[in-house]
């Protein structure tokens, strides 16, 4: 679960963990045990659990809703619903496409803009975007650097090997 304060969310990214105290660390261990022994996501019965023991949990320290929704247990209890609804078959872990897609709308007004950018043709990127196509990772790296960003490698989460 946490190792070393670190805990890895399915994305493979780290969630620092070194800050939580004594009854945060126990309310986690009581959220992966609850997700463990209630697997089947749906049912729901793990969200309603998290979802209600964690705000408690929160609000009885004083803290708004809307803080309580940024804390690290937040997050982590968020990350345990997400592996039980992709091993119930009901969501799916993001792939480049979907992280490529997000970019394109955050960052860009159009995926035409993107494109000239990059320079990647709109044509491939439609093709890319809708699973038809891949991109070499060269020229996915190549038109990334253009921008500003790169290819981050991360392990595979356990929910899926």
């Known amino acids: ?5 670190k805990y890895f969310d399915l994305r493979g ?3 620092d963990a070194s800050t939580l105290d004594e009854e945060e ?11 463990d022994d209630h697997p089947d996501a749906r049912t729901a019965e793990y969200e309603s659990y998290w979802i209600r023991r964690v705000g408690d949990f929160y609000l009885a320290r ?17 990350d345990l619903n997400s592996r039980l609804m992709i091993a119930a078959g009901l969501a799916k872990v993001h792939d480049y496409r979907d992280e490529l897609e ?12 993107f494109c000239e950018a990059t320079g990647l043709s709109e044509d491939m990127l439609s093709h890319v975007l809708a699973k038809r196509k891949n991109l070499g990772i060269q020229t996915l790296a190549d038109a990334l650097a253009k921008i500003g960003y790169t ?3 991360t392990q595979v989460p356990d929910i899926l090997h």
Do not use: C, E, P
């Open 62 to 78: 004083g803290l708004s809703r809307r803080d309580v929704t940024r804390t690290v247990v937040w997050r982590i209890a968020q």
């Open 1 to 5: 679960m946490i190792h070393a304060n």
């Open 13 to 15: 990214q780290i969630i």
């Open 151 to 153: 290819i981050h490698i």
């Open 102 to 113: 997000n970019l394109i709308l955050l960052k860009y007004k159009s995926r035409r803009a």
């Open 25 to 35: 660390r126990q309310l986690i261990d009581k959220l992966q045990q609850f997700s």
